[in-house]
Nanobody, 117 residues
Framework: QVQLVESGGGLVQPGGSLRLSCAAS????????MAWYHQAPGEQRELVAR??????????YYADFVQGRFTISRDVDKNTVTLQLSMLRPEDTAIYYC????????WGRGAQVTVSS
């Protein structure tokens, strides 16, 4: 089964950038859709961005609140998925989770992103 480990979270000032990485192991994920979700305190986990499998040409989808600020990408050779965050806002503060597949959907343990001055 796929195991996912996120890295790259941290504290950043409003307007700053971060790069989140998700390393997959256990299985090749090129046939799986990969996604990033986030969950703020007291809120439900919600989809941030998704990238399709290689069969879909890696089609991407972004939640409306992203507004062109984030970019999802994948490296099938390295079995990784990346989320580049820019123009960060305080409301982007959350734990960011990487996921693989749809049913079943596999989750990483998350990476904290805090946007604060």
């Amino acid at each position: 089964q796929v195991q996912l480990v996120e890295s790259g979270g941290g504290l950043v000032q409003p307007g700053g950038s971060l790069r989140l990485s998700c390393a997959a192991s256990g299985e090749d994920t090129k046939m799986l859709a990969m996604a990033w979700y986030h969950q703020a305190p007291g809120e439900q986990r919600e989809l941030v961005a998704r990238i399709g499998n290689t069969g879909s040409g890696g089609a991407t989808y972004y939640a409306d609140f992203v507004q062109g600020r984030f970019t999802i990408s994948r490296d099938v050779d390295k079995n990784t998925v990346t989320l580049q965050l820019s123009m960060l806002r305080p409301e982007d503060t959350a734990i960011y989770y990487c996921s693989a597949g749809i049913s079943p959907q596999i989750w990483g343990r998350g990476a904290q992103v805090t946007v604060s001055s």
